[in-house]
């Protein structure tokens, strides 16, 4: 069973009261996205405790090419690595960080067209599978930091690329066994959360209980065919 956060809740009420996208629209060619956006997660820290974890800061995306595939009702798929994170926030009451980890590995995902109309991408499957770190800053056992040795899968059901402001967010769904990790196989059986947390020294240093990862009203930088576009958008 899925664990749903207060800020997750907050963000289906807010896509009620918005409604849906209406305008069809196809995947856009490759190209970056970049966008700022909160990770909240609860995390355990062994011998410290649970701790309320905010972040905010900027995420960039790669995305390749759409390509046929058809597996998931639609036509069309595209390949996604996120390439990088920096936020920034709190964990508890004590300041922190988090970051994806240096590459390898890639945090790599996919998002899948599952409308059958051909004019029309949307609404599409979503996720990548994250390799991050996070460390925590004066804390009562020092400065800690820790990462997930096996990817965790953030999905999302999205209605526009990038996502939209309140009808989008990503939610940790599970973790994926290192052995048996295949970036290619977005409904692959996953293991539930908790999600293991290890320190530098691959010791384990607690768990990830559940997570979301939404974007935040802002700017949105769309990089495609050499060209910069800026957009700014607003709640409704």
Request: proline residues 5%; negative net charge.
């Given at each position: 069973m899925r664990t749903v956060t207060p800020?997750?809740?907050?963000?289906?009420?807010?896509?009620?009261?918005?409604?849906p996208r209406v305008s069809a629209e196809t995947f856009p060619p490759e190209g970056f996205d970049v966008l700022?956006?909160?990770?909240?997660?609860?995390?355990?820290?062994?011998g410290a405790g649970i701790f309320l974890t905010v972040m905010d800061g900027p995420t960039e995306v790669w995305r390749g090419n759409p390509y046929p595939y058809t597996a998931s009702g639609g036509d069309e798929a595209i390949d996604?690595?996120?390439?990088s994170m920096n936020m920034t926030?709190?964990?508890g009451p004590f300041p922190g960080e988090l970051h994806l980890q240096g590459a390898p590995p890639e945090s790599p995902g996919m998002i899948i067209d599952t409308n059958p109309d051909p004019s029309?991408?949307?609404?599409?499957?979503?996720?990548?599978?994250?390799?991050?770190?996070?460390?925590?800053?004066?804390?009562?056992?020092g400065d800690l930091t820790i990462h997930n040795q096996d990817p965790l899968r953030m999905a999302?059901?999205?209605h526009t690329i990038p996502p939209d402001l309140v009808l989008d967010f990503y939610e940790a769904v599970g973790w994926i066994p290192i052995g048996s990790y295949t970036p290619r196989a977005p409904n692959a059986p996953l293991e539930l959360l908790p999600l293991p947390l290890y320190y530098p020294d691959d010791t384990l240093a607690?768990?990830?209980?559940?997570g979301t990862h939404s974007p935040?009203?802002?700017t949105f930088v769309l990089l495609a065919a050499g060209a910069l576009l800026t957009l700014r958008r607003t709640r409704c």
């Open positions: 800020f997750a809740i907050l963000l289906l009420l807010s896509a009620a009261v918005s409604g700022s956006g909160r990770a909240t997660h609860q995390i355990e820290i062994l996604t690595v996120m390439t926030g709190s964990v029309d991408s949307y609404p599409a499957e979503s996720f990548f599978d994250i390799f991050f770190e996070i460390t925590v800053y004066g804390t009562p056992m999302s059901v999205i607690g768990y990830l209980l559940n935040e009203p802002g």
